[in-house]
T-cell receptor, first 111, second 112 residues
Framework: DQQVKQNSPSLSVQEGRISILNCDYTNSMFDYFLWYKKYPAEGPTFLISISSIKDKNEDGRFTVFLNKSAKHLSLHIVPSQPGDSAVYFCAASVNNNDMRFGAGTRLTVKP | DAGVIQSPRHEVTEMGQEVTLRCKPISGHNSLFWYRQTMMRGLELLIYFNNNVPIDDSGMPEDRFSAKMPNASFSTLKIQPSEPRDSAVYFC??????????FGPGTRLTVL
């Protein structure tokens, strides 16, 4: 049962433009959401998170938006840089218990 | 802090052999997670521990898989006997008081 879904396996954008990565979830009990970034041959690293009581969280070039009614969140990267090329995982949890991950989206930022 | 440490980084074995993956969590973290990453299913949670106690092992594929956490600084994931379909990257992660899990570099397992 895939409770967190990332329907786009890949995304390609030009350097300097906006990257938008999307994530949908089915469990309305999720109360915390996170984005992780993964480079080849490394473990995922935490990027940004948002609590379900908020609808937006911003950290530098990265902004996460949460739409609870649609059970949808997105990660915006502005401006995109070649170093942002990686696989991005969306994750969600309930009461800080175990975390469910999406399948990931491979972002390629072209110079 | 050295971060989460996993060993070995790569493991190649033959079908039917026993495989043991090891993890040392970040000191002070009280939760530990084992994940498996495959192309088809992304990151799957296999099992997690709170204060060395297994809380949810519903993600463990079958009886061939077992995990232990004998103390706060060490955990193992064992596959016996291994099969080619077990080939994947296995990650260990630990968590303290916040929501953020910190991942190790992973063990790439190849079962021939």
């Amino acid at each position: 049962d895939q409770q967190v879904k990332q329907n786009s396996p890949s995304l390609s954008v030009q350097e300097g433009r906006i990257s938008i990565l999307n994530c949908d979830y089915t469990n309305s009990m999720f109360d915390y959401f996170l984005w992780y970034k993964k480079y080849p041959a490394e473990g995922p690293t935490f990027l940004i998170s948002i609590s379900s009581i908020k609808d937006k969280n911003e950290d530098g070039r990265f902004t996460v938006f949460l739409n609870k009614s649609a059970k949808h969140l997105s990660l915006h990267i502005v401006p995109s840089q070649p170093g942002d090329s990686a696989v991005y995982f969306c994750a969600a949890s309930v009461n800080n218990n175990d975390m469910r991950f999406g399948a990931g989206t491979r972002l390629t930022v072209k110079p | 802090d050295a971060g989460v440490i996993q060993s070995p980084r790569h493991e190649v074995t033959e079908m039917g052999q026993e495989v043991t993956l090891r993890c040392k969590p970040i000191s002070g973290h009280n939760s530990l997670f084992w994940y498996r990453q495959t192309m088809m299913r992304g990151l799957e949670l296999l099992i997690y521990f709170n204060n060395n106690v297994p809380i949810d092992d519903s993600g463990m594929p079958e009886d061939r898989f077992s995990a232990k956490m004998p103390n706060a600084s060490f955990s193992t994931l064992k596959i016996q006997p291994s099969e080619p379909r077990d080939s994947a990257v296995y990650f260990c992660a630990s968590r303290g008081v916040t929501h953020t899990q910190y991942f190790g570099p992973g063990t790439r397992l190849t079962v021939l």
